[in-house]
């Protein structure tokens, strides 16, 4: 049973210290969101992915732009090489970052002033996505 939905809101406080809504979104959850310093752009990222491999299902990477969505990534869509992927008894592990076996420090999930989200699969290919498009702007593989 839910309460309610869930829901998020970017706001800005004015000079005279009041709040100012921006935006609202709703219908989803995740542990880890990166907001643009313009607060129009936000880039969520995917909860663990349930089972034993990257598939279609699981969403890896999603771009909103004043609370709507502009674009999604599957973690299917982002894996390269299955035979990477991290298992653990009860999901995977998808991100470089999070790979305890073999810790990857230049892995860091960043979104730049510029609006240049980069994140590393565990596969080692970095991207770079433009946060205000959710296009991807450079795949490097290992």
């Known amino acids: 049973m839910t ?6 809101a970017a706001y800005r ?4 210290g ?7 979104t709703s219908g989803w959850y995740s542990f880890e969101v990166f907001l643009s310093a313009d ?9 663990f992915g349930v089972g034993k491999q990257p598939e279609k299902k699981d969403l890896g990477i999603a771009f909103y732009k004043n609370g709507k969505l502009l674009k999604a990534y599957s973690t299917a869509d982002l894996v390269k090489d299955n035979r990477k992927v991290v298992q653990t008894a009860s999901h995977y592990m998808w991100l470089a970052r ?8 230049d892995a860091k999930l960043t979104l730049e002033w510029e609006n240049v989200f980069r994140l590393k699969t ?13 296009q991807i702007k450079e795949a490097r593989r290992p």
Do not use: C, H
């Not at 565990?122 to 959710?134: M, P, R, S, V």
């Open 98 to 105: 999070d790979n305890y076996e073999k810790p990857d420090p």
């Open 3 to 8: 309460d309610r939905e869930a829901f998020g």
């Open 39 to 47: 607060g129009k752009y936000l880039v969520r990222m995917g909860s």
């Open 18 to 24: 009041n709040f100012t809504e921006l935006w609202k």
């Open 122 to 134: 565990i596969d080692g290919i970095a991207y770079q996505f433009d946060a205000t498009t959710g």
């Open 13 to 16: 406080i004015d000079d005279d």
